[in-house]
Every structure is written in C-alpha cells, then in structure tokens.
C-alpha cells in the first residue's frame, strides 16, 4: 500500500535524513518569519496572532536551485480583485469560453 511504501522510506536512513533536512529547513523558514513580523510589528495587526503561513517545496523549477513565492495580503490586493472582476466581466459580455461551459451542460447564468 501507499502507507507501507511511505513508511518505509521514512524509516530508512535516506529517509530519516531527509526528513530532518526538512524539519529543520521549515523550523529555519519559521524563525525567518517570526524575525521579519518582530521587526515590521507596526504593520501586522495584533488581533490575527497567526497571519504568516508559510510552506516548504523540495522541488524547484526546473534549472534553478531553489525558487521562493510570497503572496501578502493587505487593502492592496483589491486592486488585483478589481481588474480581474473587470477582465472577467469583458469576457462574459463577449461570451468568451462560455462554449466550453454550456457545451458541458452548465447554464449561462451559473
């Protein structure tokens, strides 16, 4: 099974050490954030304690070494929500895609 098979990369000595490589890359990843929040304190809002996700990907983009995305949300982010809601509604008007929709059984007004 996928379990089986899981655990026993785990368990062996490759997996045991790429399993610590990731524990500590994430905890390193972590401590970064939490040193960026403590020196920008003034702008992070203090009633959302957890408003840092972060996440770890052993894969880089094909040719690169490594690769970091950051997605910030703030009052910003309305500007991007507008132009798409804008770009969207263009296309609708125009019934741009909609074949491939309806062609599937939805209606037009889904």
């Not at 954030?33 to 840092?52: C, D, G, H, R």
């Not at 132009?83 to 889904?110: C, N, P, V």
Request: glycine residues 6%.
């Amino acid at each position: 099974s996928m379990h089986s098979s899981f655990s026993s990369v785990i368990n062996s000595e490759f997996g045991k050490q790429w399993y610590q490589r990731r524990v500590r890359a994430m905890k390193e990843v972590d401590e970064q954030m939490l040193q960026v929040q403590t020196k920008n304190s003034a702008y992070f809002v203090e009633w959302i304690p957890n408003n840092v996700k972060t996440a770890v990907c052993d894969i880089p983009p094909k040719g690169l070494r490594m690769a970091a995305t950051f997605i910030g949300n703030n009052t910003s982010i309305q500007e991007l929500f507008a132009r798409i809601s804008d770009q969207f509604g263009a296309m609708f008007r125009r019934k741009a895609f909609l074949h491939w929709y309806t062609g599937e059984g939805m209606d037009e007004m889904e």
